[in-house]
């Protein structure tokens, strides 16, 4: 446990040791004033969970809001290395940290209301909401996400966009929800008749996007976390396919897949893409006649050249990690692999539902 602290004045933050001079105000943590100076910063969850906005602390004095070890081993730990989104100061601080240049033209993140115009069931625990906005969200990248607000709940809950702009009305945003055990915000927009309840959406977030490359991506995707994948792939349906792309989708059994027409039609029009489901679970007697077993098993089955490849991942974090390390293993280095790991309420530091 930490103790209280209150930032009583605000203090200035240097940047990758050049005049870059951050000022982090009074009460706020280093991330968002980083992100509100308009510093393309890399981020996804802002919650401590992801790991993405890691900087090495080159001088001065923190306060950390969670237990950093969380999401750093021992080693980042011993580097020095903290978190920006669970990170206030002390004192002025250097900290060093790598700036993604293509997440410059990214939107700045706002606030709008907005309320629930379908809840449509896509699995037994997943669900498709869509929400007509009073105003629009400045302009998002598929496979960003937002936060979300309902009435009686105290904390935001993130959601990837679950559409490609292009395939979404300009007031109308949809995310994948999945239900957690216990989980407040997941069973409210689960069960009964949410129809035309109101919600306060705060969005775009996230540096989670295919970047501009022609480098084979592998894209690796279980549970919800189909959802910021699927918008990439709906984007490259609409930009155009310059790259090989093969998307693997981890579920239990076939109870957990959808989304599985959408996917297998892009594939039969796009020579590019190939999409191959993977199920855990399954009842060895059943009719599934596709592929068994861990969906991580299948990374080094598919005659990808890796290390030449971009990795995109998105899901639960065991996945997530075992992925990485198979990955680097197979050479591909870390700046080439990017991730978004859903983490539900409950996994979060502070175990908030």
């Known amino acids: 446990m930490f103790g209280l602290f209150s930032q009583k004045k605000p203090f200035n933050a240097q940047v990758n040791a050049t005049t870059t001079q951050l000022v982090v105000p009074a009460g706020d943590n280093l991330l968002n004033a980083a992100l509100n100076s308009g510093l393309a910063w890399p981020h996804n969850c ?201 998307f693997l989708f981890g579920a239990r059994t076939q109870d957990d897949l959808y989304c599985i027409k959408e996917m297998e039609q892009i594939s039969a029009s796009e020579s590019q893409f190939s999409f191959l489901p993977v199920l855990s679970e399954e009842d060895d007697n059943s009719n599934w006649a596709g592929n068994k077993g861990l969906v991580t098993d299948y990374i080094n089955k598919q005659g990808l050249d890796i290390p030449e490849c971009q990795a995109y991942l998105c899901g639960p974090p065991v996945m997530i990690d075992a992925a990485i390390e198979i990955l680097n293993k197979a050479g591909l280095d870390n700046s080439q692999i990017f991730f978004d790991k859903f983490l539900d309420a409950s996994h979060l530091p502070g175990g908030k539902r």
């Open 46 to 246: 802002r919650v401590g969970s992801c790991g993405t906005c890691r900087c090495k602390l080159l001088e001065g004095e923190i306060k950390a809001l969670n237990d950093f070890g969380y999401v750093l081993d021992a080693d980042e730990l011993d580097d020095g290395m903290i978190l920006a989104c669970q990170t206030r100061l002390r004192t002025n601080i250097s900290v060093e940290v790598n700036l993604d240049d293509q997440t410059t033209s990214l939107s700045q993140a706002k606030n709008t209301a907005g309320v629930i115009s379908s809840v449509s069931k896509l699995t037994h625990d997943i669900v498709e909401v869509r929400i007509k906005l009073e105003q629009p969200l400045p302009q998002f990248v598929a496979g960003q996400y937002a936060e979300l607000i309902m009435d009686g709940i105290e904390d935001a809950r993130s959601y990837s966009f679950a559409r490609s702009p292009s395939n979404e009305d300009e007031d109308t945003v949809s995310f994948f929800v999945r239900r957690v055990p216990d989980g407040l915000m997941s069973n409210l927009l689960h069960d009964g008749n949410r129809l035309g309840s109101k919600v306060t959406i705060s969005g775009p977030h996230g540096t989670f996007y295919l970047r501009d490359s022609t480098a084979p991506a592998l894209c690796i995707a279980g549970g919800s976390g189909l959802a910021p994948i699927k918008a990439m792939m709906e984007q490259c349906v609409e930009d155009g396919f310059n790259r090989k792309v093969l």
